[in-house]
């Protein structure tokens, strides 16, 4: 069956990897087909909806993103609704920012915190996805003249996806996942990468950040996956560390375009690599 390409990332999140997406394919598994497709950091999801697997297991930490899913999968038109009350202006910008730092926030109905995301995520600078110490986003108004704040279209094709395939969407530790798997997974890890330096670390995906424990920790599980007979695909960044973690695997090293770098003049393209457990 044909892939749709419609099927796309329906929000810019950091690390995103459409422009990776061709490096990832030369070493993926050639039968990644046969496999219960398994992404434990699914971030904006562009491996998952350029692979289209049947069967799938997606989870993310980051429980408003994960919301997000969910309510793309079952509240479709509700959520393009709420999307199209949203405006493109700074004093509503910091409105809708600033909901989640009052203590009513949890009782923020699902749909409207899933349509806060998207509008924050197509309207923020850089499009950046990012929250302080407090677990509060904090990206200052992105001045664009027209965001695409309403992709109809491609949510439409995501959620048709999500509902006509076996696709679980879960919201909790990646380890957690790991646990529970079998022969038949595949595993592709995108976790928060390593810094290269210090002024590049980039910790807010989600309350807390990841430090240089939690990579380790990740290795382990990479370890405990290979003694399994689990395949797996990991990216990173082309750090030293990072390629001593996983010095008994397969390390590719490939060439990227970030631009979150605050300054302009350190953005470009740099390496990360791509690790895995199989030839």
């Known amino acids: 069956m044909a892939k749709n390409k419609l099927i796309s990332p329906f929000v810019k999140w950091v690390g995103g990897k459409r ?27 562009a491996l998952l909806f350029h692979i289209q697997p049947k069967t799938a297991v997606v989870n993310d930490y980051n429980s408003e993103l994960i919301n997000v899913y969910n309510v793309v999968k079952e509240n479709l038109d509700e959520l393009v609704e709420d999307l199209k009350k949203h405006k ?25 915190r899933a ?28 001045r664009y ?20 395939n076996n696709i679980d969407i879960l919201n909790a530790d990646y380890e ?22 210090e002024s590049s670390n980039f910790t807010g995906y989600v309350q807390g950040g990841w430090n240089i424990f939690d990579q380790i920790r990740l290795r382990e599980a990479c370890d405990g996956l290979t003694a399994r007979g689990i395949k797996f695909l ?12 996983y ?8 060439k990227a375009i970030r631009c979150i770098n605050v300054d302009a003049e350190k953005r470009g393209e740099i390496e990360e690599v791509l690790i895995r457990n199989y030839e």
Do not use: W
């Open 145 to 164: 003249k027209n965001p695409n704040i309403v992709n109809e279209p491609v949510l439409r094709a995501v959620s048709l996806y999500l509902n006509s």
């Open 19 to 45: 422009q990776l997406i061709s490096s990832i394919m030369e070493v993926l598994p050639e039968n990644i087909k046969n496999y219960t497709y398994v992404e434990p950091f699914i971030g904006g999801g």
């Open 247 to 254: 010095k008994n695997y397969t390390i590719s090293t490939v």
């Open 88 to 112: 493109n202006e700074p004093e509503y910008f910091y409105d809708i920012r600033k909901l989640d730092r009052s203590e009513d926030f949890d009782k923020i109905g699902n749909v409207q």
């Open 176 to 197: 957690d996942i790991l646990n529970g798997l079998n022969r038949n997974s595949f595993v592709y890890l995108d976790p928060p990468y390593h810094p290269i330096s």
């Open 234 to 245: 990991l990216s990173n960044s082309a750090s030293d560390f990072i390629r001593d973690q």
């Open 115 to 142: 349509s806060r995301l998207i509008y924050l995520n197509k309207t923020c600078y850089n499009g950046l996805y990012r929250v302080n110490n407090a677990g509060e986003f904090n990206s200052p108004f992105g």
